[in-house]
């Protein structure tokens, strides 16, 4: 009976050793981890499983760490990732193995890449880049009723030498073009680049990639590449055939939503009334494409509509200009209301001057009735003989 209880004893140790954490089991870090520039500001990170992991009932993930250009850090099951981040600072990463269901166990050590940054002198690569698209209707096919441009500018670099030459490049998605229409400063280098028709897709989410390098005898240029998120960069249209008229004290405005890619529901309006006469503006804000406001019938009003994208199809963005301005009011009033004040006057004028003139001709008429009664006074007064000898 004792070694049958020894030995079931002895079973329950072994169960109990079992299930306690292996303390001895390590996640290794990964192994053969590159970073490798695939396109313009685009990288991919690969790595792969160590191959002395001892195998356990464990998931394996791993952690990825960028360190630069800007820290960063998520996780993942897969053994490459893509990443979309400018270059012409270098890029570094690190990785380490991670439990994917079991937190009990630590991770790995880290490993680490670094991509070096593009040679270059300091000092000759472009500064101030900026950057505008805008949308226009596209007349030649259906397929693509609308074309994106693009329009770019920058600064000589200060330490640059006065032969350099600049190129510029974009990327959108999968598609890289260069540049063929520059504008250059007064040593003829590039400082400006326009695409009048891109690729571009204005409604799409993704980052526009832009990288310009440069080529000179006397130094190596330092390329340049930024980040532009479309909403920030997009130059919407102002709305189309702004209409306004006025019935009574009623003023009606309407338009059309601008040019762009985006249906009707995608963008709010501001609308900007002036009233001359009284000098003072009134701005509306709507989400519909008519305005109605009470005025007060007796002014001329200047109306102007401006649009942007609403946040409901994209991140929030600059608004467009404001339209050409229209004018509506009492324009065909104005000069009647002069003309009668022109008649007032000069009747009034008429009536002055003819009231002056009877004053002058009574006072005339006294004058000449005062002279005669004298004169006739001074007659009845002289003998029959003066009067004969007079």
């Not at 079973?11 to 299930?19: E, K, M, N, S």
């Not at 009134?282 to 305005?291: H, S």
């Not at 009536?351 to 001074?378: A, D, E, K, T, Y």
Request: hydrophobic share 40%; net charge neutral.
């Amino acid at each position: 009976m004792a070694p049958a209880s020894l030995i079931l004893l002895g079973a329950t140790v072994i169960l109990q050793v079992d299930l306690l954490p292996d303390k001895k089991f390590l996640l290794l870090p990964p192994v053969n981890f590159t970073i490798k520039a695939i396109n313009l500001a685009q990288v991919l990170l690969r790595w792969e499983p160590n191959t002395d992991q001892e195998q356990r009932n464990v998931q394996l993930g791993y952690h990825v760490k960028i360190n630069a250009p800007q820290e960063e850090d998520y996780e993942t099951r897969n053994t490459e990732s893509r990443r979309i981040t400018i270059l012409h600072k270098g890029f570094s990463a690190s990785v380490q193995t991670v439990p994917w269901n079991d937190r009990s166990l630590q991770p790995s050590s880290w490993v680490s890449a670094e991509l070096r940054a593009p040679p270059g002198s300091p000092g000759t690569s472009i500064v101030n880049l900026t950057c505008t698209t805008n949308t226009k209707a596209n007349n030649y096919t259906h397929l693509r009723p609308y074309q994106v441009s693009l329009h770019c500018t920058w600064l000589v670099g200060k330490d640059a030498p006065e032969d350099t030459q600049y190129f510029l490049y974009y990327r959108y998605g999968s598609w890289t073009e260069e540049c063929q229409e520059y504008s250059k400063d007064t040593l003829q280098r590039n400082i400006a680049c326009w695409f009048p028709r891109t690729f571009i897709n204005s409604k799409g989410r993704d980052l526009l990639a832009v990288y310009v390098n440069g080529s000179s005898e006397e130094a190596v240029i330092k390329p340049f590449d930024e980040l532009f998120a479309l909403h920030a960069i997009d130059r919407v249209n102002p709305p189309a055939k702004v209409t306004a008229e006025i019935e009574g004290t009623c003023l009606s405005i309407q338009w059309e939503k601008p040019v762009s890619a985006f249906p009707v529901h995608c963008f709010d309006y501001e609308v900007k009334i002036y009233n001359t006469r009284k000098g003072y503006f009134q701005t509306e804000k709507m989400t519909t494409n008519t305005f109605i406001s009470v005025i007060d019938g007796i002014s001329e009003y200047s109306i102007q509509v401006r649009a942007a994208v609403s946040s409901v199809c994209r991140a929030v963005g600059p608004s467009s200009e404001w339209s050409q301005p229209i004018y509506v009011g009492n324009d065909e009033q104005k000069p009647w209301t002069k003309w009668f004040l022109i008649a007032v006057m000069a009747t009034i004028c008429f009536i002055l001057l003819i009231f002056s003139l009877i004053c002058r001709m009574v006072l005339v008429i006294r004058w000449n009735v005062r002279h005669c009664c004298v004169f006739l006074g001074s007659l009845s007064k002289m003998s029959v003989d003066q009067i004969k000898n007079w």
